[in-house]
């Protein structure tokens, strides 16, 4: 007792587009996304580095000064993080 199952057919029309053109376009749709990840990582590295580097300077020293400093760098770390990660757009009006 075989069972026969019917496959849905496309009523025999060519492809619009070849395989070539295909590869092509997925080759490059990956490697889009692949950098793209690998930009969001740095990104976010960088950004760890300013929030880190910020707070340290914030809390070791004593003074006004560095204080001011230290939220500063820890708020630009946190913009970068923030544009990385897609949360704001504040760089789409420059590209």
Sequence with gaps: MR??????TDGGTTPGI????LYTTV???????????????????LAAFF???GLDLALSNSGISSLGWGISVSVVGFVIAAEATGVTSLLSRFR
Excluded: I, N, P, R
Aim: zero cysteines.
């Design 3 to 8: 069972s026969e199952k019917k496959m849905a």
């Design 18 to 21: 070849d395989q070539e053109e």
């Design 27 to 45: 080759y490059s749709a990956t490697k889009d996304a692949m950098l793209a990840t690998v930009a969001t990582v740095v990104y976010l590295g």
């Design 51 to 53: 929030v880190f580097g």
